[in-house]
């Protein structure tokens, strides 16, 4: 079984302790894991943002209850 690894880049970064101590305080995410995650959360907000930008700029061939019938 192959694995493949996942590509990192090693960074420094200044950030204000004000935005860090209060994410760092409950203990359950490391430094690397909390600034791993607001990344995520940011990705996805723009990419949800985009897709809102697209509003009535799609139009879908399947009504609203074809979806559904396709997810069951």
């Given at each position: 079984m192959?694995?493949?690894?996942?590509?990192?880049r090693?960074?420094?970064?200044n950030?204000?302790?004000?935005?860090?101590d209060?994410?760092?305080?409950?203990?359950?995410?490391?430094?690397?894991?909390?600034i791993?995650?607001?990344?995520?959360e940011?990705?996805?907000?723009?990419?949800?943002e985009?897709?809102?930008?697209?509003?009535?700029?799609?139009?879908?061939?399947?009504?609203?209850?074809?979806?559904?019938?396709?997810?069951?």
């Amino acid at each position: 079984m192959k694995r493949t690894a996942i590509e990192t880049r090693k960074i420094t970064i200044n950030l204000p302790v004000s935005l860090i101590d209060p994410l760092l305080q409950d203990g359950k995410l490391s430094l690397t894991e909390t600034i791993k995650t607001a990344l995520k959360e940011y990705s996805q907000r723009r990419a949800c943002e985009e897709l809102l930008n697209m509003r009535g700029k799609v139009k879908f061939l399947l009504s609203s209850q074809e979806l559904k019938e396709l997810r069951d």
